[in-house]
Structure formats: structure tokens, C-alpha cells
């Protein structure tokens, strides 16, 4: 039983650099969603892909934050120009259909900003 | 705009007696909930499910209670173990919003022997 894999699962950077993350949903899973988890916090939703399509994002996914899932499996998200603030864990989940049905999640990548 | 709230941020509790977290919403619209349980550098692991059409679900040592005139469920552990100290999540969706998940703030729960 293969569940949700994420890459990396630590991340260090300097400000101003590009980072990217990779997210392997459950293969029969059509849903992703991206979160993000600060210290203190619960998870917050960044972004959600129903297949390929992008089909939300969050007033908290700024500009310099995009994401990806171009065959409907795996997806990517990059955040160019890295700040402090972007300091995070960061989380996928996937889930099978529609919404309702239990999303299950990765280990996160924690992204560390210097 | 907190739609899920976790008011107790922690909670301590004998081992072998009942865990009772609660969670509060705001969002009328909610119609599916969750509790997950967390590991600090890991991710959410899922614990127990509740829709909005049934009161309780049962999976062996959890019990998710939901009270929608209240706008509040809790999940209860019995008998809490050690191994049951962690962070616990509610969350809530809507079908109408694309299923994403609103997060209450954890409760840390601690299990003394």
C-alpha cells in the first residue's frame, strides 16, 4: 500500500532562491490539494487540482507561488524569490473523488529559509 | 476568520481514562468532518470520519460526536493509551467548496501512565 510521498522532506535555502517541491498522490486518488503549516497553526489550504486542472487557489498563494500537476498525477510546487516568511512545513494530501471523501497525506517537505 | 476553532490547546489525561477534545465551526455549509492525529515532522494521519447527516461514528477506541445545531463536535478516546499523545486536528469541508480542508489550531493531547 503505497500512500502520499513528498520530496524533499527538508529543504534549506537562501533568501531569493527558487525552490521546488514534488508530491506523489495515492495513484487512484484524481484529488490533490497543496497546505502549508506554520508553527502553532493547523494546516492552511494553499491550492487544488482536480486531475490536471487547477481548479482553486488560496489569497495565500502569492505570485510567487505556482503549481503544477501536468498529467494528472504527480504535481510540483515552486516558489520563486524565497522570504523568511516562507518558512513552512508543507503538505499534499490526495483523495479519490469528489469532496467529502477523507484526504490522505504526505509526510511534508519543512522548508527552511535563511 | 477562524471557521473551525480548537479552544484547548492542550490537554492532559491518565492513561486508561477518557480523552474528550472538542472543535466549534462557524460554517454552516460544512457538511463533512475529520479528526487527524500528528507527529511533530510529519504529516496528518487520519483518524476518524463523521458526515454531517449522521450524530456519531464509531471505529474502535474513537468516537466522533457532532452536534450541528451546536456547531460542535467532539472525538473521544477510550481507553487513552500513551501511544495516543500527539497533536489532534478537526477539520471541516464542503462539498460545494471543492472538499478543501478547513484546520482548527490542534489540541495536544498527553497520556501519562
Known amino acids: 500500500d503505497t500512500g502520499v510521498s513528498q520530496d524533499p522532506r527538508h529543504k534549506i535555502t537562501k533568501r531569493g532562491q527558487n525552490v521546488t517541491f514534488r508530491c506523489d498522490p495515492i495513484?487512484?486518488?484524481?484529488?490533490l490539494y497543496w497546505y502549508r503549516q506554520t508553527l502553532g497553526q493547523g494546516p492552511e489550504f494553499l491550492t487544488y487540482?482536480?486531475?490536471?486542472?487547477?481548479?482553486?487557489k488560496s489569497r495565500l498563494l502569492s505570485d510567487r507561488f505556482s503549481a503544477e500537476r501536468p498529467k494528472g498525477s504527480f504535481s510540483t510546487l515552486e516558489i520563486q524569490r524565497t522570504e523568511q516568511g516562507d518558512s513552512a512545513m508543507y503538505l499534499c494530501?490526495?483523495?479519490?473523488?469528489?469532496?467529502?471523501?477523507?484526504?490522505?497525506f504526505g509526510p511534508g517537505t519543512r522548508l527552511t529559509v535563511l | 476568520d477562524q471557521q473551525v476553532k480548537q479552544n484547548s490547546p492542550s490537554l492532559s489525561v491518565q492513561e486508561g481514562r477518557i480523552s474528550i477534545l472538542n472543535c466549534d465551526y462557524t460554517?454552516?455549509?460544512?457538511?463533512?468532518f475529520l479528526w487527524y492525529k500528528k507527529y511533530p515532522a510529519e504529516g496528518p494521519t487520519f483518524l476518524i470520519s463523521?458526515?454531517?447527516?449522521?450524530d456519531k461514528n464509531e471505529d474502535g477506541r474513537f468516537t466522533v460526536f457532532l452536534n450541528k445545531s451546536a456547531k460542535h463536535l467532539s472525538l473521544h478516546i477510550v481507553p487513552s493509551q500513551p501511544g495516543d499523545s500527539a497533536v489532534y486536528f478537526c477539520a471541516a469541508s464542503a462539498d460545494n467548496q471543492g472538499g478543501k480542508l478547513i484546520f482548527g489550531q490542534g489540541t495536544e493531547l498527553s497520556v501519562k501512565p
Open positions: 487540482f482536480q486531475n490536471e486542472a487547477q481548479l482553486e
Open positions: 463523521i458526515s454531517s447527516i449522521k
Open positions: 494530501a490526495s483523495s479519490p473523488t469528489k469532496g467529502g471523501d477523507t484526504q490522505y
Open positions: 460554517n454552516s455549509m460544512f457538511d463533512y
Open positions: 495513484s487512484e486518488h484524481n484529488r
